[in-house]
């Protein structure tokens, strides 16, 4: 302990130094002056309770090495020495002790290092004044013009900058803060900065000031940089910035921070652009790419052919049609019976207009299931149902620009007609699971081998898309009523045969094109082009022959038929089984033209035959023969 005497404990007590009383070999603080526990952070009940090395931290074995010299040669000084204050801060000090009368303790004087040094530069320019080498006036001058230089800086600066005390209190804030948050100096200047306008994060949020990085660098003494988070204006709105909060220090004390921050609202813009742009740029190439597979598919495809192929008045009439509507953009509805080509007349159609250089999409209505119709014509967003891993367009999205054709149209669920209907109306549509608009430019074609009013009439189809899509209707006329192209469609289908299998110089005798005029063609084209090829496949001697296409039965090859196409018939000899069967089936279709495709009950074709209906229509059924494609003739 210091000296009972009343005037040196007065002056330990009041002296302005922080003086304590240690004992080196016990490692305790036995006395300490206000200014002192001012220094440490703590009174002398707290600092005598706890060894005093606890206060010496890295720097304890210089301490050791100090206390020995002082002991053994006393007095002794260091400014080497670092003291760590109750809260773990290092303060740097000059220490001047001396040996007291029991030979164990000593009196240690602390002096702030950093304070010592200014004292000792104050009086060295005051010497310095007194010898008339620098004027006083002159260096208070140059301190004025530092603070003016400084204050310009923190003017000019484009990014905001602003100080905080220990407290997170603003001590000072530049024009580009104020600019950038709406608040003035003398709004900010002694307030929470953090409760002023960084009370919340960007999502709405509390954002609690202990998990603050700019308030951290008060009690961990770390620069701390944050890319994305946002300020508050002094209007509500949230600004996005980028900031470095740096701490200060003041004679090894923290003291605040200075906090660095940059307004991103652009770059976030800039970004999002990119963004949309990218988002873009995926979009347009995943259509690219579902554009190009249609395509593929198309050019592998095994279309009817190239060309309406025909002389007759009814392809005559065709072409006309075509010619009318394909410069327009009227909806056109294709009807016919399967196989007649009404998928080439959309495709002429799409030719013949402005579109041409857009694709022509294709969707075959009745090979989509009903839960997956929706998503196939207009698409669907990721996560809109099972299954939905991305984005991914719909054929109506897919034809903007040019053209949809819908093949067989009645197939189009009820519940789904009223959505398709509003797109030929409105020309827009949303994708499943998604809120966002699109506007297209579509032009629909449609086709069916189904009669759509008798659908009306049972409820199966809308009424009003009837209409919007009848807008310029085009009958596909069976190939039986058009029985003189047949020849045409017969060489036409050879010459693409003989390529496709490699086969060239086979043709077709001109008896035989009789027999393939005789035949009424159930299957239309598609069929004709199927038996063609069949034959190809099969002839040994370069000739197609089709006798057995009368029966009913495959055409068979060449040398099989020989000796049947030999066999003349006399009026007045027995009937061989195949001539009877091909004058019964000719019979029957000659009945079925007379009734219009009507089979049982009162003049029905049953009746005109004098067979029961059940025979008859097993007959039909036999030959390939379906009684509904004779209605219209």
Known sequence: MIPASPMHKRVFLQSPQAMVVVDPIADRLLDANPAASSLLGAKLETLAAQPFSHCLGASLPLWVSFTDEVLTRSPGWSDDLVVLDLTRQPHNVEVFGQRLDDGQTLLLTLTDRDQAEQRRAKADLRRRHRRGHVGWERIEQVFERIERQNQLILGAAGEGIYGLDAEGKTTFVNPAAERILGWSSDDMVGHDAHLMFHHTHADGSHFPVQQCPIHASFSDGQVHRVDDEVFWHKNGEAIPVEYTSTPIFEMGRLVGAVVLFRDIRERKRAEQRLRDALAEVESLKQRLELENQYLQEEIKAELNHREIVGESPAVVQLIHQIALVAPTDANVLISGESGTGKELIARAIHVGSERCDRPLIRVNCAAIPHDLFESEFFGHVKGAFTGAVSDRPGRYELA???????????????????????????????????????????????????????????????????????????????????????????????????????????????????????YPWPGNIRELENVIERQVIVTQDRRLMFDDLLLGEPPSPRGDSLERAAVTVDEASPLPEQELCRRQRDNAIAALQRCSGKVSGRGGAAELLGLKPTTLFSRLRKWGIEPRDYRTL
């Open 400 to 518: 903007d620009g040019g053209t949809l054709f819908l093949d067989e149209v009645g197939e189009i669920p009820l519940a789904l007609q009223s959505k398709l209907l509003r797109v030929l109306q409105d020309q827009q549509f949303e994708r499943v699971g998604d809120n966002h608009t699109r506007e297209v430019d579509v032009r629909v074609i449609a086709a069916t081998n189904r009669d759509l009013r008798e659908m009306i009439e049972t409820g199966a189809f809308r009424e009003d898309l009837y209409f919007r899509l009848n807008v310029f209707p085009i009958e596909s006329v069976p190939l039986r009523s058009r029985i003189e192209d047949v020849p045409l469609l017969a060489r036409h289908f050879l010459q693409r045969a003989c390529q496709k299998f490699n086969k060239p110089g086979v043709r077709i005798p001109p008896a035989q094109l009789q027999i393939l005029q005789r």
